[in-house]
């Protein structure tokens, strides 16, 4: 009977013989009680997924998509969580790390856990975009080699002390040429993964991401609209004048000013009553 994609082994695909070496021989020092953390990085598209999935398949025969993550939260629990020789998958989800604020959270997120996690004995490997924007913490002295994927099917192995030397000469320039790899190679486009199952959580974790952000932008704007209708009350000052204050057009702040109203009248503000005392702007300067 034909093995299900879900039921394959690591054994069903090929990979690359000076990959297959390298990343066995890293595998190997979990049984001395290290972690190793491993980056794929490229362009969108051109199958770094795909091989970081093949790598954590070959370490570990029991990796599977619960343990690939999407998300920094969902990374974080599978760290927690895991047990002595897997695999874990971060995989930036739909350019989740493409945004400075994100990448920037992401890289705090990342020194917590490789600073804290201690020799829990885990085979991590992170898949984003560009290795520059990592911080040197990870980047230099944490990780233990690079992969880069560019183009379709084709990568560049960095080991650790070229990953380091690419990182200070390349920065500048964001240039992968900087130094040249241990190895070039060559990968297939088998998943290691149920693509149903992958393509679901991969859908869930953006959805769920995308309604926080919304939602952040959505609680912004109510304490904005808040605090504007307060100094209206307060003041009795023209849309005019609080459109100097506030930087925006006199049009949006009748807009404000409603949204404002209409969360009074639901009962939806919980800050109106910490507003006692506070100093606002008057648009000039005191002049002792």
């Not at 994100?102 to 975009?129: D, H, Q």
């Not at 309604?211 to 003041?235: G, P």
């Not at 006199?250 to 939806?268: M, V």
Request: with cysteine; net charge positive; charged share 30%.
């Amino acid at each position: 009977m034909q093995k299900t994609q879900q039921e394959q082994s690591s054994k069903d695909f090929k990979m690359d013989k000076y990959l297959e070496k390298n990343v066995m021989a890293l595998a190997s020092m979990l049984q001395k009680d290290y972690d190793i953390f491993g980056l794929v990085t490229g362009r969108e598209r051109r199958g770094k997924s795909t091989l970081a999935g093949q790598i954590a398949k070959r370490v570990d025969q029991t990796y599977d998509v619960s343990r690939c993550c999407f998300t920094a939260e969902q990374f974080i629990e599978a760290i927690e969580h895991g047990k002595p020789g897997e695999a874990i998958v971060f995989d930036e989800a739909y350019g989740y790390l493409n945004s400075r604020q994100a990448l920037s959270k992401f890289n705090r997120v990342l020194i917590k856990i490789m600073t804290e996690m201690g020799r829990k004995r885990l085979f991590v490997i992170i898949v984003l975009p560009n290795f520059f924007e990592l911080d040197k913490y990870p980047a230099l002295h944490r990780s233990d080699f690079l992969l880069h994927v560019h183009k379709r099917g084709a990568f560049v192995f960095f080991d650790y002390d070229r990953k380091k030397r690419l990182y200070l000469k390349g920065k500048k320039f964001y240039a992968y040429g900087a130094v040249p790899g241990n190895f070039v190679g060559s990968f297939n486009k088998h998943l290691v993964y149920n693509m149903k199952e992958y393509d679901d959580k991969k859908k869930t974790a953006l959805t769920e991401y995308n309604q926080r952000q919304i939602a952040k932008t959505d609680k912004f704007k109510d304490q904005r609209d808040l605090v504007m209708l307060k100094y209206y009350e307060d003041t009795g000052t023209t849309f005019k004048k609080m459109s100097e204050i506030f930087g925006i057009p006199p049009s949006t702040i009748a807009d404000c000013l409603g949204n404002a109203r209409n969360l009074r009248l639901t009962e939806q503000n919980t800050i109106t009553t910490r507003m006692e005392g506070v100093q606002y702007p008057t648009g000039k300067e005191d002049k002792g």
